[in-house]
């Protein structure tokens, strides 16, 4: 299997999980040092980026019942997938989806892999980009009306100054480990807009603001196409498997026992998390919720606007944790097996590069929903479900871990199947 499998095959499966993801000849050349809130941290925000405004959409299109049912077994095959992706990576001693590949499968799905993560994560960081430059010119125009008569209140110069002053200083990074910082000030901003979604709520049951709490009733269910509607929207809301292993791989005295903490208090933060912002979202406006909860906000709650820019900051933030990713894949792809370890000037070349590409598209485009729709459904799903659970699958032999596996590869198919067919009929305009 790998030239350190004679050594693993001779332990139990108990014994396997504390074995380092890296063998001793490699991990002395990657700093390590994370400690394990760091690890949560960076982990929680990877997961929690834009998508999380359109969880009350998703609720609405699918019923509250079955939105929140669905997004209970995303959450569950989320987590079993972090896990498959670290078991596997302790397996071979790898701590990327290329060499993973590579050392289960053979020559030729390492680079199917790597350009999966490639892709979905160029996607992801140009979204990224588009929103930050939107919100950015929302944010001033509450504040100043003819913003947008201004050179200043441009889509194009507000992104340059977030580009400048956040992304790129922020991208230069070599280390996962060094944004700590900024996801936890990212996870205090989704607090903000959380407890912003939760008071406009219990204004809107009061009647003082508002809301469609009195026109429209709560659907629990719907049935037909219009469930299949919300898989897509649902089915990469837990999505940082792209970055699971660089974090883990910075962390002092790894082990899979040791890092399982991190994934629980993850998964478990981000279901809170969603909950919170998706059932007062629905709630509050039920039938008239839109694909991103914030828009429907009247201008004149200021906390609305506030929130706006704290999903800004999230966004910021998030976006250097994203490309740090693919900044590790490129580098892999172009001959680097231990990226971690290429020399600085090569992540910061390819960190501007990635940034031009991003900010150049959110310059001049202004929706790129149905790009998105197409990565997350052929690239996302599989990288979060699909390839995580045939890894596990090659690697373990007993039939209860490979009818997991089975299962989660399942809900990625499912997933994957139905979000293309969205996306398609999304070019054709056969639906929103």
Same mark, same amino acid.
């Given at each position: ?19 380092? +993801? ?47 049912? +669905? ?48 892709? *979905? ?20 125009? !509450? ?16 992104? !340059? ?38 008071? *406009?709520?219990?204004? !809107? ?29 649902? &089915? ?8 699971? +292993? ?6 002092? /005295? ?44 009247? /201008? ?18 998030? *976006? ?16 680097? /097996? ?19 590409? !991003? ?20 690239? &996302? ?52």
């Amino acid at each position: 299997m790998s030239e350190h499998s004679f050594d693993v095959e001779k332990l139990s499966q108990d014994e396997r999980d504390d074995v380092p +993801l890296l063998p001793p000849s490699t991990t002395k050349e990657v700093p390590v040092g994370t400690t394990t809130p760091a690890a949560i941290f960076n982990l929680t925000n990877t997961v929690i980026g834009a998508g999380v405004l359109t969880l009350p959409y998703a609720m609405k299109v699918a019923g509250l019942g079955i939105g929140l049912l +669905l997004l209970v077994i995303i959450a569950l095959a989320s987590f079993a997938a972090f896990h498959f992706l670290v078991a596997a990576g302790n397996e071979v001693g790898e701590s990327s989806y290329k060499m993973i590949a590579k050392k289960l499968w053979g020559k030729g799905w390492d680079y199917v892999c790597e350009i999966f993560v490639a892709l *979905y994560t160029l996607g992801t960081c140009c979204s990224y980009t588009i929103i930050l430059s939107d919100y950015a010119n929302l944010v001033i125009g !509450a504040f100043d009306e003819h913003a947008a008569e201004q050179w200043y209140g441009s889509r194009q110069f507000c992104l !340059a100054i977030i580009a400048i002053l956040i992304l790129f200083p922020l991208s230069m990074l070599q280390r996962i480990d060094f944004l700590k910082y900024t996801s936890f000030a990212s996870l205090v901003c989704v607090i903000f807009v959380i407890v912003v979604v939760l008071v *406009y709520w219990l204004m !809107a049951m009061a009647g003082s603001v508002e809301s469609s709490i009195s026109t429209e009733p709560v659907v629990w269910a719907k049935g037909g196409i219009d469930v299949f509607l919300a898989a897509p929207l649902l &089915g990469v809301s837990y999505t940082a498997h792209y970055n699971v +292993l660089n974090i883990y791989n910075e962390m002092s /005295n790894r082990s899979h026992k040791k890092f399982s903490p991190v994934i629980s208090s993850s998964v478990i933060i981000v279901s809170i998390t969603y909950l919170l912002m998706s059932i007062p979202g629905y709630l509050t406006w039920r039938d008239d919720t839109p694909s991103n909860i914030l828009d429907i906000y009247p /201008n004149s709650f200021i906390p609305a606007t506030l929130a706006r820019l704290a999903l800004a900051i999230t966004i910021s933030f998030s *976006y250097p944790l994203v490309q740090f990713a693919l900044k590790l894949v490129i580098l892999r792809i172009v001959g680097f /097996n231990n990226a971690s370890s290429a020399k600085r000037p090569y992540h910061i070349m390819i960190s501007i590069f990635v940034l031009i590409i !991003a900010v150049t598209l959110a310059m001049f485009v202004d929706d790129i929903s149905i790009v998105t729709s197409f990565s997350g459904s052929l690239f &996302g799903t599989n990288i979060v479900f699909t390839i995580p659970a045939l890894f596990f699958f090659t690697i373990r032999k007993d039939t209860k871990s490979r009818v997991i596996a089975v299962i989660v590869a399942v809900v990625g198919v499912f997933f994957c199947v139905v979000g293309f067919w969205n996306a398609i009929r999304k070019a054709m305009g056969l639906s929103d």
